[in-house]
């Protein structure tokens, strides 16, 4: 943290296991004083974020995830991922209707994780720094690399 901007650094944050999958999360948010927590409850929408990235590597338990989300359905697994795949491929169709090529990658990169759930990596880079409280009001994956410079990758 440094407290002569009000910036806050979290360089890295993992919990892993491997059996189940690894994460590691770090980011950087801007009007925050640690220090001062009385001013961060009063005003938590203050608080911008400059950066953030999370990385989720699976050792399993996506399978596990698909399994139980495809039973909770009463569908197959397939069946479960070719009907997140046919809403992938709307919001893709809408997003190339409205002439916004920026979020076909990440829409892209999301459909190759359910056919092939290895890793998953997700960056928040906006051009200048955001409040946070923009985050409630994301409704799809435009406004998401637009507005928070969002980018999803696999590998």
Known sequence: ADSATNTFYLNELSIGSPFMADLSLSFTLGNLNISDVDQVMENPFAITIHNANLTYLDHSLMHKVFEMAAADEQMTVEAFKQEGLQ?????????????????????????AFIMSPDKLVIDISPAQPVPAAILMGIQDFTMAVQQLGLSVSTQ
């Open 87 to 111: 809403e992938l491929d709307m919001e893709l169709a809408n997003a190339q209707q409205a002439g916004d090529q920026a979020a076909v990658p990440v829409i892209e990169a999301l459909k």
